[in-house]
């Protein structure tokens, strides 16, 4: 499957979000880019506050009676914001959303409270962003110590995006809760980052697990968290840990 997205200005272009010209510009390079006739999911990588939403959806509706588009989904929406697309799209006959991409992890649980309902409202999947929480729940970050040599948090182009809505992924206090949910991951005989993507894929609302993988086996180690069944005690016990530094609202 071919999933792209757009809002955000590509390469050195200061256009960006989600007018109909902009819809129509941006699907016509992605194509060209990625040498295809057809994309399969084509997401709005955010809200756009500044183009009337009947505008996106008409544009978006357009590239799917097109050809072009397949299906369509969003990014980083809020509830409200959902319930109205989905308000429009019924109204006018407009292709609805299929997809929602959230951040979502045992650290950042935001979705819960309001977006997954409203996904679960409007039948609209969630492909779950960000599941190992930028890499700090595999448990190679130790709390004072220096991140490992060709780590997300070692880069400087990287790290920058480890910090989420005013916190440190790389704080002491964060990492020593982190190491709590060592020995409950060894208990079940999982890696951690098998524990934490069993944690994110346990929801019903959840269709995918997106990762990033540097290696082969790091692939081969993820998925086998597929199929994975946490247990109440299990979860009990992750919800001791991580109690304090997880964010839910």
Same mark, same amino acid.
């Given at each position: 499957m071919i999933a792209t997205k757009l809002y955000f200005p590509v390469g050195d272009d200061p256009?960006?979000?989600?007018?109909?010209?902009?819809?129509?510009?941006?699907?016509?390079?992605?194509?060209?880019?990625?040498?295809?006739?057809?994309?399969?999911?084509?997401?709005?990588?955010?809200?756009?506050?500044?183009?009337?939403?009947?505008e996106t959806l008409a544009?978006?509706?357009?590239?799917?009676?097109? +050809?072009?588009?397949?299906?369509?989904? #969003?990014?980083?929406?809020?509830? &409200?914001?959902?319930?109205?697309? @989905? =308000?429009?799209?019924?109204q006018n006959n407009l292709v609805p959303f299929s997809s929602s991409q959230p951040q979502y992890s045992m650290l950042w649980r935001k979705p819960e409270a309001a977006v997954?309902?409203?996904?679960?409202?409007h039948a609209i999947g969630s492909l779950a962003f960000s599941p190992?929480?930028?890499?700090?729940?595999?448990?190679?970050?130790?709390?004072?110590?220096?991140?490992?040599?060709?780590?997300?948090?070692?880069?400087?182009?990287?790290?920058?995006?480890?910090?989420?809505? +005013?916190?440190?992924?790389?704080?002491? #206090?964060?990492?020593?809760?982190? &190491?709590?949910?060592?020995?409950? @991951? =060894?208990?079940?005989?999982?890696?951690?980052?098998?524990?934490a993507l069993a944690w994110v894929l346990r929801r019903p609302e959840v269709a995918s697990a997106i990762i990033g993988a540097s290696r082969p086996e790091q692939i081969a180690d993820n998925v086998r968290a597929i199929g994975v069944k946490l247990s109440t005690e299990a979860l009990d016990r992750i919800d001791h840990a991580i109690s304090t530094v997880a964010v839910t609202a």
């Open positions: 256009d960006h979000g989600l007018s109909a010209a902009q819809i129509e510009k941006q699907l016509e390079r992605s194509l060209h880019r990625l040498n295809v006739d057809t994309i399969d999911l084509y997401q709005c990588h955010r809200y756009d506050k500044e183009t009337p939403l009947e544009a978006l509706d357009r590239a799917v009676k097109s +050809g072009k588009v397949r299906a369509i989904g #969003f990014s980083e929406w809020t509830a &409200e914001q959902i319930d109205a697309a @989905a =308000a429009i799209a019924g997954f309902p409203a996904c679960a409202r190992l929480a930028h890499g700090v729940l595999t448990g190679k970050y130790k709390p004072g110590e220096p991140p490992p040599p060709g780590s997300r948090a070692a880069s400087g182009q990287m790290n920058v995006f480890m910090e989420s809505a +005013g916190r440190h992924y790389r704080s002491d #206090f964060l990492l020593e809760a982190v &190491e709590h949910l060592k020995p409950i @991951a =060894a208990d079940l005989s999982l890696t951690m980052p098998q524990l």
